[in-house]
């Protein structure tokens, strides 16, 4: 028995008790429900375990020189080819993702720019802190959850966060009081206890109750009677309570709060509040975690971030990167590439039909290890090693810290760590070729 | 009738665990679903047999519906998914998820199955 850590989403816990004899696993004990499907899927029956490519409209299995051939064509072909994914693999395979854009002069882009990078960019920008997990476990006295269903994309985050016991505070779970607003009662409003705050908003009226809340803050008006964004005036009276009382506390944000509005920007609007809120705030502060899923989320934007200063959005012309006003969505809205390398996402399943239709027009090769909707619509799959199982690797915790993941069994078929497929590949376009 | 569609995360209804451990069937059956208030699903005269039509003015999704008293009247919630995903859009370059406006009529017709989806995504 030895502990490991847990690759099934970017809480990345680090408890997970795992049986092995380095063949097989054959018990883990501590995994969530999304950690045990995790380690299950090494032997998942949808696994890929053998390289394929589209011949007559079919995916057929070939060796990996075939596929490694047919790839290089599509590579070589492609003047304009769009990289995206690299959530779900470790900082060194990002790593070398980003070194291949550079090669072949490409656009490269990861989940979190549609995701939790949004706001981490916004936050950057604005000087706000980021806080850790150990920091809310030692200190926490509020946790909002705004826009965020943790019990169902994170699922241990609550356990950490609000049940345990601080090493710096005498209390645990009975002086953290718990604020959730959302316009759907998720399933982390179950965990709520009698001193905790539901807040259930009117769709779309987020906003309306930012926009009270940075009034209330600057010049203490009295909150209208009728309450705000379908929330009663008390609970609003108790919600800044406790926004301008706490000690230690923490906004955890989910996908709610980063939708666009043609009027305003909600995530620019929520991170002023809590600027003002720790303006005002005599004895406390108010930090933000941002919730991603995949469990190397957070990653992408510090390996951008250190090699070429730019958190996302990278694109290369004649091997250097250059200024430019493109995201992946006008990438692909517009038709802006010719071939792209998808690696451990499914944008075929994951964006609109108005972008995925366009991505599935263009060649397309896909690293990943078992099928998703992408895999029925790829020309090239390449099946690699589960990171955090089959290989290790470093990945960035959604608190932003790295931590390190350990191989703990071979994978079926020697199949190669994201990171080794991605070198291979850069090494031939290196070298101007296939081997 | 106009609904806000909202797309969310649901444990039960994954389509990572769906592509990975299931069939198409069960891919169908767990992520070919949406949830309404019961008050909606009364409004909507629906039975236990039909399905919902949901519409934006693009494309369509038919899907099966069941009850969930934790969603607010006038909202329709899909697990994220590729049928989700046929109704979510590009508003200013940005992705929309949530709160999109959608017509949703009950039918006796079928889901729309997968491989049509794939079908129509796939024409190159």
Redesign the interface.
Same mark, same amino acid.
């Given at each position: 028995m030895k502990r490991f850590t847990c690759s099934g989403c970017s809480l990345l816990c680090d408890d997970i008790i795992v049986q092995s004899d380095g063949l097989f696993i054959s018990e883990v004990i501590g995994a969530c429900l999304k950690g045990k499907e995790r380690f299950d899927l090494v032997s998942a029956k949808n696994r890929i375990t053998s390289p394929l490519i589209r011949k007559d409209g079919e995916l057929k299995e070939v060796s990996w020189d075939e596929a490694i051939k047919k790839a290089i064509d599509i590579i070589k072909n492609s003047s304009v080819p769009l990289l995206y994914g690299f959530s779900n693999v470790s900082c060194e395979a990002q790593d070398v993702g980003i070194k291949l854009a550079q090669k072949i002069d490409g656009f490269i882009d990861s989940n979190a720019s549609i995701c939790q990078g949004k706001i981490f960019n916004k936050a950057k920008s604005l000087g706000i802190n980021l806080t850790t997990i150990t920091e809310i476990i030692n200190k926490g006295d509020l946790i909002i959850l705004w826009g965020a269903n943790p019990a169902e994309t994170v699922p241990r985050l609550l356990n950490k966060v609000l049940f345990s016991r601080g090493k710096f505070r005498m209390t645990g779970r009975e002086i953290k009081t718990l604020v959730i607003v959302d316009p759907i009662k998720t399933a982390s409003f179950r965990v709520m206890g009698v001193r905790d705050l539901p807040l259930i908003i009117e769709p779309n009226k987020d906003i309306d109750l930012i926009r009270m809340l940075k009034e209330e803050c600057c010049t203490a008006n009295s909150i209208p009677s009728q309450g705000v964004a379908g929330i009663d005036k008390n609970d609003l009276k108790r919600l800044l309570l406790h926004l301008t009382g706490a000690e230690n506390g923490v906004i955890i944000l989910g996908q709610g709060v980063i939708q666009p509005n043609p009027d305003y920007n909600l995530v620019e609007e929520l991170l002023e509040l809590l600027q003002l809120i720790n303006e005002r705030q005599e004895k406390g502060r108010i930090s933000l975690l941002l919730m991603g899923g995949h469990f190397n989320m957070a990653g992408f934007d510090h390996v951008a971030l250190s090699s070429f200063g730019v958190s996302g959005n990278l694109e290369f012309k004649h091997n250097q990167m250059m200024k430019t006003e493109d995201t992946l969505v006008s990438k692909i809205e517009k038709e802006n590439f010719d071939s792209s390398i998808i690696v451990g996402t499914d944008p075929i399943s994951h964006l609109p039909y108005s972008l995925s239709s366009k991505i599935a027009k263009k060649p397309l090769i896909l690293i990943d290890n078992h099928n998703t909707a992408t895999s029925h619509i790829a020309d090239v799959v390449f099946p690699t090693a589960i990171t955090g199982i089959e290989s290790g690797g470093l990945a960035y915790r959604l608190d932003q810290v790295p931590i390190e993941l350990n191989k703990i069994i071979n994978p079926p078929n020697n199949l190669p760590s994201d990171e080794e497929l991605l070198n291979q590949l850069f090494g031939l376009i290196n070298q101007g070729g296939s081997e | 009738m106009e609904f %806000?569609l +909202?797309s /969310?995360? *649901? /444990?039960d209804n994954?389509?990572? *665990?769906e592509?990975?451990?299931?069939t198409e069937q069960t891919l169908e059956e767990r992520l070919a679903i949406c949830f309404i208030n019961p008050k909606d699903f009364e409004k909507l005269k629906l039975v236990s047999s039909q399905q919902l039509k949901i519409s934006n003015k693009? *494309?369509n999704v038919i899907v099966n519906v069941e009850k969930d008293? #934790? /969603?607010?009247e006038?909202?329709v919630?899909m697990p994220? &998914? /590729?049928w989700s #995903?046929?109704? &979510?859009?590009?508003? +200013? #370059? @940005? %992705? %929309?998820?949530? #709160?999109i406006v959608v017509n949703v009529e009950a039918t006796h017709d079928s889901i729309t199955k997968?491989k049509e989806i794939?079908q @129509?995504?796939?024409?190159?």
């Open positions: - | %806000l +909202n /969310i995360r *649901k /444990i994954d389509q990572v *665990k592509h990975a451990f299931g693009d *494309k008293d #934790n /969603i607010p006038g909202m919630v994220v &998914s /590729i #995903n046929q109704l &979510s859009v590009v508003q +200013n #370059n @940005e %992705l %929309l998820y949530k #709160n997968f794939m @129509e995504t796939m024409v190159k």
